[in-house]
Nanobody, 125 residues
Framework: QVQLVESGGGSVQAGGSLRLSCAASGATYSSTYMAWFRQAPGKEREGVAVIYTRGGHTNYVDSVKGRFTISRDVAKNTLYLQMNSLKPEDTAMYYC??????????????????WGQGTQVTVSS
């Protein structure tokens, strides 16, 4: 059974840190790309970070570069998103996703075939 389960969200003050986890099972963990997306109320889903599982290359949306780090632990079948220097504009539901198309590397959401249920991140000023 294919499954992605996120955890680690919560409420934090601006400048703080959180680490999100995504436990993967089934075919998802052999996916070529794994990523984090976010969606704030009233806004479109936005790609945050992606990792190419075959080589470890990563790509980030400009607004999180230098603050967020995507990584994976193969032994634990887990994807992570370390978020530092959080800002109120980072407030959103964060989703884990997996896919195989090249367009996943440029964070095109429609090319990701597997999604988790999301974990809420709230950053207060």
């Amino acid at each position: 059974q294919v499954q992605l389960v996120e955890s680690g969200g919560g409420s934090v003050q601006a400048g703080g840190s959180l680490r999100l986890s995504c436990a993967a099972s089934g075919a998802t963990y052999s996916s070529t790309y794994m990523a984090w997306f976010r969606q704030a109320p009233g806004k479109e889903r936005e790609g945050v970070a992606v990792i190419y599982t075959r080589g470890g290359h990563t790509n980030y949306v400009d607004s999180v570069k230098g603050r967020f780090t995507i990584s994976r632990d193969v032994a634990k079948n887990t994807l992570y998103l370390q978020m530092n220097s959080l800002k109120p504009e980072d407030t959103a539901m964060y989703y884990c996703a997996a896919g195989d198309s090249y367009y996943c590397y440029i964070l095109q959401a429609t090319y990701f075939g597997y999604w988790g249920q999301g974990t809420q991140v709230t950053v207060s000023s």
